[in-house]
């Protein structure tokens, strides 16, 4: 460790800890999609809201839930179940809709529950294997290990093509 990463703190005469300042903590939102924990980062996070009533669009994809009305916006639905293709759980008490900002569009993402916040070590973080569960490696960015258990990590900006993502932007009127 260079000196410029660390500093040796001290009281007094005492020297009682050294703070290594290389390390970098990612602040994330873990929720759960058919039994499995997933996390985005709290920065692309909108806003996370209670499972309204969602209105379809016709002939949409398979994926694409609907729409909901999000205080005056409309605002497009997609099912990370269904686009990832791990089955579908009802919504329940527990169903939420993670409303994010994709290349400018509001978009929102059905999961099973929200869990937590948690700020997680970038040293925990692997490099994604080629299957987890059914889902593609390219729309993950890693799998963070933690106490026991693993965090699957999304990747956004690559659930959706751009082509999906301005599609979807054109059905939410403001």
Same mark, same amino acid.
């Given at each position: ?5 660390? $500093?040796?703190? $001290?009281?007094?005469?005492e ?27 709290? *920065?692309?996070v ?10 379809r ?15 005056? /916006?409309?605002?497009p ?5 269904? /686009?990832?293709?791990i089955?579908?759980?009802e @919504?329940?008490n527990?169903? /939420? ?21 948690? /700020? ?9 294997? @080629?299957?987890?569960g ?9 799998v ?6 693993? *965090?699957?990590?999304?990747?956004l900006?690559?659930? *959706? ?7 979807l ?6």
């Amino acid at each position: 460790m260079s000196e410029n990463n660390k $500093t040796l703190m $001290t009281a007094g005469k005492e020297s009682f800890s050294v703070v290594d300042r290389t390390k970098e903590m990612l602040q994330l939102v873990s929720f759960s999609l058919a039994d499995e924990d997933f996390g985005v980062p709290i *920065l692309k996070v909108q806003e996370i809201n209670r499972f309204p009533e969602i209105t379809r669009i016709p002939k949409a994809p398979d994926f694409v839930e609907g729409i909901i009305n999000l205080r005056g /916006r409309v605002v497009p639905v997609i099912s990370l179940q269904k /686009r990832f293709g791990i089955g579908r759980q009802e @919504a329940n008490n527990e169903s /939420r809709i993670i409303v994010f900002d994709l290349q400018g569009k509001t978009i929102g993402f059905t999961v099973d529950s929200v869990k937590e916040v948690i /700020r997680v070590d970038t040293s925990v973080i692997e490099p994604p294997p @080629a299957f987890i569960g059914g889902i593609q490696r390219e729309y993950l960015s890693g799998v963070a290990k933690l106490d026991g258990r693993l *965090l699957i990590l999304l990747d956004l900006d690559k659930v *959706l093509s751009d082509t999906e993502v301005e599609e979807l932007g054109d059905t939410a009127v403001k």
